[in-house]
């Protein structure tokens, strides 16, 4: 039979959304990353547990809830896969995970990178994850090396001219 001629809450009923995808990587944390994992799944929580009172009768309520729990579904992947590594702990030698790093470009331009887990990147404040192209460029470098970072827009040489360990 045709969902057309289904009632909306028989339709509603058990479409459960399909789970976000976990990466294949091993889920690197900071110690910010994870008490923002557990603050994310703490919210969410609470949000189920309001939608839960009214998903019987409201239809918006039950698509929201049905959000609500794929992403805790994901989030419980996340933080069940984590492992924390704290950037005071690496060693200073070289640049690893939890550094931020200083690149200086062609032009003489210096820029800022965190290299964080993959939950914990955010572009606009340079947290990058450990696992992309920039990133894995800078593992293992020292100050005075040039990294080459293959971008979307062709290949760019950086230098790396400072990185310190801190909280990222």
Not at 21 to 32: G, L, R
Not at 42 to 63: F, G, H, K, M
Request: hydrophobic share 35%; proline share 6%; glycine share 8%.
């Amino acid at each position: 039979m045709s969902r057309a001629f289904v009632k909306e809450s028989d339709a509603d009923d058990g479409d459960a959304l399909p789970d976000r995808p976990q990466s294949e990587h091993p889920n690197y944390v900071t110690p910010a990353g994870y008490l923002k994992l557990q603050q994310q799944m703490q919210a969410l929580e609470r949000r189920r547990e309001s939608l839960a009172a009214s998903a019987a009768e409201d239809i918006s309520a039950r698509a929201e809830l049905r959000e609500v729990e794929r992403d805790l579904r994901y989030l419980n992947g996340s933080f069940d896969r984590a492992a924390v590594v704290d950037p005071k702990t690496q060693p200073r030698t070289d640049i690893r995970f939890g550094a931020t790093v200083n690149l200086a470009d062609s032009g003489g331009a210096v820029h800022e990178f965190t290299i964080v887990g993959e939950d914990e990147t955010c572009a606009p404040t340079g947290h990058i994850s450990w696992v992309s192209p920039l990133a894995r460029a800078m593992l293992g470098k020292r100050v005075g090396d040039s990294v080459t970072w293959d971008s979307p827009d062709g290949p760019h040489e950086l230098e790396v001219i400072a990185f310190h360990y801190g909280e990222a």
